[in-house]
């Protein structure tokens, strides 16, 4: 994928099987601006939420699942790191894949299951090569566009 392709308009099918880096940490940009690393122990010290039933629907190369993935959901990590009102978090990765989160869609949460900032799969650590740390949208059924793996940034937006 170029790296002039906004990461945040639509992009092809062809998923990446190679993550970016090997380090799973990511940065957090706050609606002020300020930045702050956020490690996989950061996110552990956080609630744990599971999501059953999550299907990768990949177009052209079949569906794997369901998984049972678990991490803290979208909303209790924003609740805790951002204290300013915010209505949209974009999710980056820095293979240039991302996808954006509106505030409204958390706090109405989809009956498929909650957002997740997924670091486990069926009980075990998610591995760097699976995603880690990556984004989970249970009700996204049809595609898996919203699935961002290796999440390298998360902007949160005024
Ligand atoms: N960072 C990143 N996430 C991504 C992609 C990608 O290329 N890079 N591809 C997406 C697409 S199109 C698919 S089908 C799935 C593939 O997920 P899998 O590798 O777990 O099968 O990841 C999604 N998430
Ligand atoms: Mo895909």
Not at 65 to 81: D, I, M
Not at 86 to 99: L, M
Not at 109 to 138: H, K, S, Y
């Amino acid at each position: 994928m170029s790296n002039n392709h906004d990461p945040l308009q639509p992009h092809s099918h062809e998923p990446n099987p190679e993550p970016p880096s090997a380090d799973p940490s990511f940065e957090l940009v706050l609606p002020d601006g300020r930045t702050q690393t956020i490690t996989v122990s950061d996110l552990e010290k956080l609630p744990e939420t599971a999501a059953a039933n999550c299907c990768i629907v990949s177009t052209g190369h079949g569906t794997s699942g369901p998984f049972t993935f678990s991490g803290v959901t979208l909303r209790e990590f924003v609740q805790t790191y951002v204290r300013d009102a915010w209505s949209q978090a974009e999710v980056i990765s820095a293979d240039g894949f991302g996808n954006r989160v509106f505030a409204a869609e958390l706090a109405q949460p989809n009956t498929a299951g909650p957002i997740i900032l997924a670091t486990r799969v069926d009980g075990r650590p998610l591995t760097r090569q699976e995603g880690l740390v990556r984004m989970i949208v249970p009700s996204e059924r049809d595609d898996a566009l919203r699935q961002v793996k290796w999440v390298g940034r998360i902007r949160v937006r005024p």
